[in-house]
């Protein structure tokens, strides 16, 4: 059973960098079936998507976050990242990584995609 | 990008049916799906693709799409079923939250 794990420091200053990592456990980073990608949730509010990065490299992120989002992989630690820089107090949040499934009865579409499993989330503070 | 317009809050008596909307101008080109999150916990995916429930979710989360909104729907709600829900989908290779529906069982 696949399992993700998300690591990295709980505070962070303003005008700093945020750096997580998720760990996957249970299986490949590689698969062929899934994607992967963050969302975050600041305190007593909705979910925010981030961004995904998919197995072809290809990157796509949040308008808003865009030009401060770096989401990468490292399938020799079978990990994934991300970089969000020049943060603000409004970026903290719980962050969660997860993975994107795209098959269902034996078709892999993207139209298909979904985010069927999450890491247990790490909250990030940003304050000086 | 589009929005998708959740109500804030439903109430439901045990054993009732809940129902949670989920409308979006462009909904009917796209595949939605609904997550629950209980407090303190991570989000969950009861329902994909408009109406596919994953292994281990019970039968009495069921999903529909008509028009523009796409509704989860709870059959015999039971007071485990409380959370926050909210409904996805994706506009090209960015994904849209709903803004989260939270489930009072009374």
């Known amino acids: 059973q696949m399992q993700l794990q998300e690591s990295g420091p709980g505070l962070v200053k303003p005008s700093e960098t945020l750096s997580l990592t998720c760990t996957v456990s249970g299986g490949s980073i590689s698969s062929s079936g899934y994607y992967w990608g963050w969302i975050r949730q600041p305190p007593g509010k909705g979910l925010e998507w981030i961004g995904t990065?998919?197995?072809?490299?290809?990157?796509y992120y949040n308008p808003s976050l865009k030009s401060r989002v770096t989401i990468s992989v490292d399938t020799s630690k079978n990990q994934f990242s991300l970089r969000l820089t020049s943060v603000t107090a409004a970026d903290t949040a719980m962050f969660y990584c997860?993975?994107?499934?795209?098959?269902?009865?034996?078709?892999?579409?993207?139209?298909?995609?979904?985010?069927?499993?999450w890491g247990r989330g790490t909250l990030v503070t940003v304050s000086s | 990008s589009f929005e998708l317009t959740q109500p804030p809050s439903v109430s439901v008596s045990p054993g009732q049916t809940a129902s949670i909307t989920c409308s979006g101008d462009?909904?009917?080109?796209?595949?939605v799906s609904w997550y629950q999150q209980k407090p303190g916990h991570s989000p969950v995916v009861v329902i994909y693709?408009?109406?596919q429930r994953p292994s281990g979710i019970p039968e009495r989360f069921s999903g529909s799409f008509s028009g523009n909104t796409a509704t989860l729907t709870i059959s015999g709600t039971q007071a485990v079923d409380e959370a926050d829900y909210y409904c996805?989908?994706?506009?090209?290779?960015?994904?849209?939250f709903g803004g989260g529906t939270k489930l009072t069982v009374l």
């Open positions: 997860v993975r994107v499934g795209f098959c269902s009865g034996g078709s892999c579409y993207d139209t298909l995609r979904y985010f069927d499993l």
């Open positions: 462009k909904l009917g080109n796209q595949y």
């Open positions: 693709q408009d109406n």
């Open positions: 996805q989908a994706w506009d090209s290779y960015t994904a849209i």
């Open positions: 990065i998919y197995y072809s490299g290809s990157t």
